[in-house]
């Protein structure tokens, strides 16, 4: 390696050397063992179709030609059953715009996640990446096509992601870019950190009216025989929106400051059907704190208490857990990354126990 | 919904049952409870640039403007660290082209990967995605610029992946697509599983030779004070390339089917910073079975026997570990999810134990 290209990898490497342990430091959790009946990853969905944009190069991987047969519309899933005898309710947890099933995992500051959290309480947990994401794989067929010239630039799909700049007051770490809430819950010392679990987002190559990830996810419940469906932001309505494919198997619908309260094809059967369903919508602190978000989250909120109220009013089960009320407060838009997310954890727990298993938790 | 989304749907929904059932069925395994001292995820490298094109569109995510901060060069790694008193050295487990740390977890039938076959061994295992895939995330930039129109179609990235039909020869499932060998050790019947587990790779926004996963690599076995590295197919010699950055704590390589044995960027220093280093190189069956590949793998199998000559004469630790050499038959690319891939593990562990932590395994 020349002199220049050493140099620059030395530099890097110490760099990376650095930002690993800072996180680190704040690892040396003594926890009890985690004992595993079971764990391991799989696909929900998913169906074969033909491209002829295997490559960005005409000849495609081997110069033979770039058509062939891939997947689309997969969903990858890790889960974690606990050991022991209580049979709680398999719970899904599913990550939102821009992010993967990470969010759910160890926190940017190196604490425990949710993901860990439930299972040690006794519960299996299931984190997919959602359709389109991560682990999940993406269609690259028009991007190949433009590349090679079949298509315009204006077939590119429009893949979006956050800047750190709009996550800290779209997610409410302080009112302003640098400048943290006195109560901020969010670790902003680890801002960076969370930034490099921010990936870009392909969700507008998919249907916005018929979205693999809600089939994907009504198909899990049933095949875990009943499940807890929980979504956040992006998703925060998706256990709704895989309940109006099919309720089958869904006992519960959790909905994390979700970016809307509403189906994206509304229908008068909607609120019945939801109503056979316990539904928890949960919003941190500060709605209406950031001034460039106070038009986002404000009217979102109100229309989820509309919703919850309309829920109600048909004879179903929804609670708004709105934090501050709850006695906590400070809670940003990534409340399962939060400082007291174990806290936050224990209040869905507690809702789970009551609403969809029908027990008082100790 | 109306009448022709929701009978999609409730096909699709169908279909996506099905497939998981076909999957379910083959995991009906009594294990002993997988007891872990800890477990998690967390970022190596990775750091923050300036983009004027966070999304596709001119105004950006909330129409204020399409620049920001995003982060770059990140690498996600989970690991897992079994309960107990041994004092094994960590191993680090990367995938390859098109693919993710999904390779380690469980096999496309349902059985066990070696992630967690290593650590009911008694091993820390890390699996990371690479540089620019899956949770790593990776650069949208110029997508993004073509699109609104700031740069030309022919600076998008060349993204590749590669079909069923070709991946079905280049890794050896059988002679031509839809054949198996007689031996062939990978789950064929569960192709159409693994095919939902490739992604496209964008390795080719990466600098070739400085790719940003080896820094990291080479990061994060200091980062563990020690620990062995492995590689596959694409990524086959990143242990090396990574020992190339700094060989410090890369307590062993390990370079599975490697498509090169041979640096990026050679220099008469690679031999003698290699040869401190033990190495195993492994590659399965068949490597002249395949018409449309023979004059691939040959070749590479050639040259890395080559290589473990050149390590050896140079006063280094090299083994070639040829499968079929050692009475394990009809091992594809995939040696990993083979149905003998416990067995392939067990070869490892104890060369493992061998060279690297210098004990006699039982």
Redesign the interface.
């Known amino acids: 390696?020349?002199e220049t290209?050493k140099s620059?990898?030395?530099k890097?490497?110490l760099?990376?050397?650095v930002?690993?342990?800072a996180?680190?430091g704040g690892?040396a959790q003594e926890?009890e063992?985690?004992?595993?009946?079971?764990?391991?990853?799989?696909?929900?969905?998913?169906?074969?179709i033909h491209?002829d944009a295997?490559?960005?190069?005409p000849g495609?991987?081997?110069g033979?030609g770039n058509?062939?047969?891939?997947?689309v519309?997969?969903m990858?899933v890790?889960y974690q059953v606990p050991?022991g005898t209580s049979q709680h309710v398999p719970v899904v947890m599913l990550h939102g715009c821009c992010l993967?099933?990470?969010t759910y995992?160890?926190t940017p500051d190196?604490r425990?996640?949710w993901g860990?959290y439930f299972v040690r309480n006794g519960w299996p947990v299931y984190i997919p990446?959602q359709v389109s994401r991560?682990?999940s794989?993406?269609d690259?067929t028009t991007?190949?096509e433009?590349?090679v010239?079949t298509r315009?630039?204006?077939s590119?799909?429009?893949?979006?992601?956050?800047?750190?700049?709009?996550a800290w007051e779209?997610f409410r770490f302080g009112p302003t870019f640098g400048t943290a809430f006195g109560d901020e819950q969010f670790p902003v010392k680890a801002a960076?950190?969370f930034?490099?679990?921010?990936?870009?987002d392909l969700n507008a190559i998919l249907s916005p009216?018929?979205n693999?990830t809600?089939?994907?996810l009504?198909?899990?419940a049933?095949?875990l025989k009943g499940a807890v469906l929980m979504g956040h932001s992006e998703s925060g309505f998706f256990p709704e929106q895989a309940a109006?494919?099919?309720a089958t198997d869904i006992r519960g619908a959790i909905s994390l400051e979700p970016i809307t309260c509403s189906?994206a094809?509304p229908?008068p059967q909607d609120l019945p059907s939801l109503a056979k369903i316990p539904i928890l919508v949960v919003f941190g602190d500060h709605l209406g704190d950031v001034p460039?978000f106070r038009d986002?989250w404000l009217p979102i909120f109100a229309a989820c208490q509309q919703f919850v109220q309309q829920i109600n009013n048909a004879g179903g089960d929804a609670t708004m857990l709105h934090l501050p009320d709850a006695g906590l407060f400070g809670n940003s838009h990534m409340l399962m990354q939060d400082k007291n997310n174990l806290q936050v954890a224990d209040l869905i727990l507690a809702w789970i126990d009551k609403h969809v298993e029908g027990e008082a938790r100790d």
């Open positions: 390696m020349d290209s620059k990898g030395f890097t490497l760099l990376a050397t930002s690993i342990f996180i680190a690892q926890e063992p985690l004992v595993l009946k079971a764990q391991g990853s799989f696909f929900v969905g998913g169906h074969t491209t295997v490559t960005g190069t495609g991987l081997v033979t058509g062939g047969s891939i997947t519309d997969q990858y890790q050991a993967t099933g990470k995992e160890t190196g425990m996640g860990e990446d991560a682990r794989s993406f690259a991007i190949n433009v590349r010239g315009p630039a204006s590119l799909p429009n893949i979006f992601t956050f800047s750190h700049e709009l779209a960076d950190e930034g490099k679990q921010v990936v870009p009216t018929a693999p809600w089939t994907n009504s198909a899990l049933i095949h109006l494919v099919s189906s094809t229908t460039s986002f």
